[in-house]
T-cell receptor, first 115, second 111 residues
């Protein structure tokens, strides 16, 4: 079991470039999440998908789009990257969104720098 | 506005002693709380949870205490070990909605 995998591990973009961060889980989880972690800010939820076919905005969705491709995969797209999007991005999954069963398992993260 | 706060960015403890990590929250609707541990260059890993119907939950060396009236959560690690050195995040959610994370406390256990 690989758990939650993320690609790439590191990425450097120029302002205005686009890219997609990939995430996959092999735990047959229903729910998947994208977070960003910034110094002094903790982890903040960007988007989540409670189940296949649904996506919802989190705390900081502006500048991002997501696609729940299938039950295993959840991608995060930056259409026009900005320096404010320099961050470490974590994908997570859980059996069920919300409540006591929402123990989230995290991937290793993608460190993104936007110049 | 930060709904979950960890006011101590760092903590150092001698091996074998107790580590106490604190977390405060502002939203009285929060009813489920988690602690995560994070090593450098890795994602957070789940450590322990507590529901608002309890005031204590224990798992081996780790105990989480919840004081609802004070809106305060604490994680006790006894005895502390060097491998416990990591960043610890608390997180809270209300009625099955999204989790809000604190900013983390970096724990160093000195051998």
């Amino acid at each position: 079991n690989a758990g939650v995998t993320q690609t790439p591990k590191f990425q450097v973009l120029k302002t205005g470039q686009s890219m997609t961060l990939q995430c996959a889980q092999d735990m047959n989880h229903n729910s998947m999440y994208w977070y960003r972690q910034d110094p002094g800010m903790g982890l903040r939820l960007i988007y989540y998908s409670a189940s296949e076919g649904t996506t919802d905005k989190g705390e900081v969705p502006n500048g991002y789009n997501v696609s729940r491709l299938n039950k295993r995969e959840f991608s995060l797209r930056l259409e026009s990257a900005a320096p404010s999007q320099t961050s470490v991005y974590f994908c997570a999954s859980s059996a069920v969104a919300g409540g006591p069963r929402d123990t989230q398992y995290f991937g290793p993260g993608t460190r993104l720098t936007v110049l | 506005d930060q709904q979950v706060k960890q006011n101590s960015p760092s903590l150092s403890v001698q091996e074998g002693r107790i580590s106490i990590l604190n977390c405060d929250y502002t939203n009285s609707m929060f009813d489920y709380f988690l602690w995560y541990k994070k090593y450098p260059a890795e994602g957070p890993t789940f450590l322990i949870s507590i529901s608002s119907i309890k005031d204590k939950n224990e798992d081996g060396r780790f105990t989480v205490f919840l004081n609802k009236s004070a809106k305060h959560l604490s994680l006790h690690i006894v005895p502390s070990q060097p491998g416990d050195s990591a960043v610890y995040f608390c997180a809270a959610s209300a009625h099955g909605n999204q989790f809000y994370f604190g900013t983390g406390t970096s724990l160093t256990v000195i051998p």
